[in-house]
Every structure is written in C-alpha cells, then in structure tokens.
C-alpha cells in the first residue's frame, strides 16, 4: 500500500463541542479512508501507482483518479487545518501578510466564511499564499485543490455536507462559524506560509 492516511493529529472528540466525535469519527473513518480504498482499487498497479499524491493531483488525465487522490490530499490537509483547545491567532511573518493582503485577520476570518457558505454544492475553502506571498482566499467544487494552479494552500474548510450535517443538520453557516472563530490552526497556517 503506497498511500497512507496518517492517523488524526487529535482524539476524535477534541473538536467538541463544535464538531462532535461522530462526525470526526464517520468523516474519517469512512469518507477519508473511502477515497483512500477507491484509490487504491483505481490505480493499483498501474504506472500512476509510482507517483506522489502531489504528482497525481498535479497530473492531466484521469478525473476520477484525480478526484480521488486531490480528496485523500484535502482531508489530510484539513484535519491539520483543525486544532483543539479555542482559537489562536496568527502570528510572525503570516500576521505580517495578512495585514497587506486583508488589513487584519477579522477581515480574513470574515472572507474564509464567506467564501466556504458561498460555495454552492459540496467543495472547500482555501487560504493559500502565492510565488510573491500574497494571500488568496476562495472556493473550490467537489475535489479541487490549489496545489494544480500552483499556489501554496495554507488551511483549508470542509464544506461537503459530510463534514456538518449530522452537528448541524443544513446549517452550514453554523459550522463555518464554529470552525472560522474557534478551530482554524493559525501555527499550521504559518508553518505552510513559511515552507
Ligand atoms: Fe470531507
């Protein structure tokens, strides 16, 4: 097996009380490692199976891998957008791009909420810095990732219904508050700006 989720960075239920232990565990377990298995079962030993997940996601062709291998990608990446323990603030040379590029992080926190409720069917919200460190905030359909237009994803939002749906029924908007205001983690965010 060439692909690996890696396991959650937190207990299942460490995003309580805004997203329950449920929802962590039926989202991972199954929609998460679901892309992972369909994966497998497409591209097992073909020559796409030598590939990164990055080159996969990077490659024209196939859209069904491609959706496959840019949603193993995403969800990892959004787990680690995720941090318990009450919101943080960014900080270092990330403060410094958010003030050029959005004024101040309230500004930024108000344009990832309104870019993950504006997303009309299932997709997910992006910050992501590009060559010259300008930050870009917006929102994708289905699989889509940044990584294929060659911008560097800093955190991301779930907004498949998967993601919310059993905590908050069709109330999106109160699951992208939860996340915005009290979840985001603003050192994964750095750590990605940096790299
Ligand atoms: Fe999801």
Redesign the pocket.
Known sequence: MKFEIPPLPYAKDALEPHISARTVDV?YEK??KGYLAKLQQAIGGKPLAKLSLEDIICSPGDQHVFNLAAQVWN?TF?WNSLAPGGPSQPGGALAAAIRRSFGDVDVLRRELAHAANGEFGSGWAWLTKDAEGGLHVFNSDDAQNPVRSGLTPLLTI?V?E??YYLDYQSEREKYVKAVVDELLDWRFAEKNFGA
């Open positions: 989202h929609h998460h969800h959004y779930d498949w998967h993601a």
